[in-house]
């Protein structure tokens, strides 16, 4: 006859307040801020504020904003620093040139390739996220102190820094 063993204990808040669930909804709601400051800073292109005020624009388009470099990538490069799949980053990159924030150019290294390039509205755009962002940060250093959100970045730096996600 097989043994019976207890059952598991019936506490299961830890499913609710681990790190990694913890660092999601940092994460998503000090992006849905950054989005927001966005939408209402009167440098960013009025047809691209329109968007983000609509919720056109999501953490998803912030990877175009966050990845990719001043002098412009390829594609396959931007995806694979921003750790999507080539066919996703394109999708992104085409929604964003349809919005005036990128266009594709080609690449002075390669005939064959292009790159991704922002425009003068893109560098407007980049521009606006990072004032956000540091709004954003300013608020949460606010919030929690600023002792507290030294440590907080600090430890996200040299826990990133670990697999190699700081970039």
């Known amino acids: 006859m097989a043994e019976i063993l207890p059952s598991p204990p019936?506490?299961?808040?830890?499913?609710?307040?681990?790190?990694?669930?913890?660092?999601?909804?940092?994460?998503?709601?000090?992006?849905?801020?950054?989005?927001?400051?966005?939408?209402?800073?009167?440098?960013?292109?009025?047809?691209?504020?329109?968007?983000?005020?609509?919720?056109?624009?999501?953490?998803?388009h912030i990877h175009i904003t966050r990845h990719l470099s001043l002098g412009g990538d390829r594609l396959t490069d931007l995806a694979q620093r921003a750790g999507m799949t080539k066919q996703s980053m394109a999708d992104l990159v085409n929604q964003c040139a349809a919005w005036g924030l990128v266009v594709r150019e080609p690449d002075p290294r390669d005939a064959r390739a292009r790159?991704?390039?922002?425009?003068?509205?893109?560098?407007?755009?980049?521009?606006?996220?990072?004032?956000?962002v540091a709004q954003a940060e300013a608020e949460f250093r606010m919030e929690v102190g600023?002792?507290?959100?030294?440590?907080?970045?600090?430890?996200l730096e040299a826990y990133a820094g670990g697999d190699g996600l700081a970039n």
């Open 10 to 60: 019936l506490d299961d808040g830890w499913r609710q307040t681990h790190l990694g669930r913890l660092l999601g909804h940092a994460m998503r709601r000090f992006d849905a801020r950054v989005l927001e400051l966005m939408a209402h800073n009167v440098e960013v292109p009025l047809a691209l504020s329109n968007l983000a005020a609509r919720d056109q624009v999501t953490a998803a």
């Open 115 to 132: 790159r991704v390039c922002f425009t003068a509205a893109g560098l407007a755009w980049l521009q606006a996220f990072r004032d956000a």
């Open 146 to 155: 600023n002792e507290v959100a030294t440590v907080v970045a600090i430890g």
